[in-house]
């Protein structure tokens, strides 16, 4: 958890990818009835919005509570080069068996994303939230301590 004197930083980041809503679970008629037009056998794609929000104390060196640029370039590696411009279902071996939707994007950015912050930044900054916008009315978020 954040201390009182500790700061969040975030940065925006945008990325394309196209997707299918579909459960192997469920039947096609039941998929169809779950996810609608969102089950399209072709998908379809999202301009997508990841906000990445570390927190952490200010080093007094730098005045700073991480160096954007280390930021990004994380960023770009661990999701970004992953799934930018990639049909999800296909390219996206983490989705092999479960439906690619944005809530099991949102918890596989966590995931990659939070060890990876943790290597690169052992002394400095921990990821506290994700949040990513699908659309204009659909968004999702994820806050440190929400998934183990």
């Known amino acids: 958890m954040l201390r009182a004197a500790d700061m969040i930083v975030t940065r925006r980041y945008r ?16 998929n169809r009835a779950v996810y609608g037009k969102c089950n399209n056998p072709f998908g379809h794609g999202h301009n ?40 999800l279902n296909v390219e996206a071996a983490e989705f092999a068996g479960e439906p690619v939707s944005s809530e099991n994007l949102l918890r596989i950015a966590w995931r990659r994303l939070a060890s990876a912050v943790a290597r690169a930044f052992p002394h400095g900054p921990r990821l506290v939230r994700l949040r990513l916008e699908e659309t204009r009315r659909n968004s999702f978020e994820m806050m440190e301590g929400d998934w183990r």
């Open 15 to 30: 990325f394309s990818a196209s997707h299918r809503m579909h459960s192997a679970g469920l039947s096609e008629e039941a």
């Open 48 to 87: 997508y919005v990841l906000e990445v929000s570390v927190g952490g104390s200010v080093d007094e060196r730098t005045g700073r509570v991480v160096d954007p640029t280390c930021l990004d370039e994380l960023v770009r590696q661990t999701v970004l080069t992953a799934w930018d411009h990639r049909n």
